[in-house]
């Protein structure tokens, strides 16, 4: 199929869009990478009357390391950020979530914002975004206001975006000496996640203590990815959970989103994510192997 016949403008700047999109309202759609909308609109699933392409806005693209805080661009490409070192040292989890985000080709086509501003079920980095309590930089008519990460990912499809509001950037402050592990199973020829795991700790300080420091986000138990509470709480009482445990409490966070874990499909995704997780352990203390 082809899209519905719409109106396509190529703003200049960041500011220019956000004003197309004041004048546009519910008519129109930003196009980042293409990788999700377009399709969309093939099927005609979407039919924005006006479609706003921000490939020529040449200030939303960029990867800026200040300190501790990572600050990366909605334009910059997802491939780009992947292989960039100096993501990869500050904030690995960032670097494997994105490893596993589907094909090479949409990779390289792909934008970090188009990613996150979708809020996919099934989007890695939003996963990771959630889990490294990142902070989404909206652009608006009033300029950019900061939202934090667990309130800016609503629903599937939805975020906390204004309709004249498109995603800036967003950044992670990073901490030194915390550890992460990425890790997913997929049932989707391109990859998307039947259920994943992002962690990120503090190794233990001795082998009677607990993780510190410790986040945890899934995707596959809820319409958009969410923050595992009970697990992060249970890492953080013991170095080494026994693997009854660690399915207990996924089954106790799973439960918290609406889902009964003795159900056939519910129990499939907690010993997925108890695998996942019992994998994910020795990632963190030993990052090398």
Not at 73 to 92: F, K, N, S
Not at 179 to 186: I, L, T
């Amino acid at each position: 199929m082809k899209p519905a016949p719409f109106q396509y403008v190529r703003p200049a700047s960041a500011q220019e869009a956000v004003a197309l999109l004041q004048r546009h309202a519910d008519m129109a759609r930003l196009l980042a990478g293409g990788q999700s909308l377009v399709p969309m609109m093939n099927f005609r699933i979407a039919r924005p009357e006006v479609l706003i392409d921000l490939g020529a806005c040449a200030e939303l693209a960029f990867i800026d390391r200040e300190a501790d805080r990572l600050r990366i661009g909605a334009m910059t490409r997802q491939r780009t950020v992947e292989l960039d070192a100096g993501v990869r040292a500050m904030c690995p989890l960032v670097t494997m979530a994105l490893e596993n985000a589907g094909p090479v080709p949409v990779r390289n086509r792909g934008t970090v914002g188009g990613m996150l501003a979708n809020c996919y079920p099934a989007a890695d980095l939003v996963c990771a975004a959630l889990c490294l309590d990142a902070e989404l930089e909206a652009l608006g008519p009033s300029g950019i206001r900061t939202v934090p990460a667990h309130e800016f990912f609503i629903a599937e499809f939805t975020t906390a975006l204004e309709p004249d509001e498109l995603l800036f950037a967003f950044s992670i402050q990073c901490k030194p000496g915390r550890r992460y592990a990425y890790r997913k199973v997929s049932d989707h020829a391109a990859g998307a996640a039947a259920v994943a795991i992002a962690l990120a700790a503090t190794p233990p300080a001795s082998a009677t203590s607990g993780w510190t420091d410790v986040a945890a986000g899934a995707l596959g138990f809820d319409s958009v990815a969410i923050r595992l509470s009970t697990l992060e709480q249970g890492l953080s009482s013991t170095a080494a959970p026994a693997p009854a445990q660690i399915a207990r409490w996924l089954a106790d966070d799973l439960a918290q989103c609406g889902s009964d874990p003795a159900e056939p499909e519910a129990a499939y995704k907690v010993r997925a994510a108890a695998a996942l997780v019992r994998q994910s352990l020795p990632t963190l203390l030993h990052p090398e192997r």
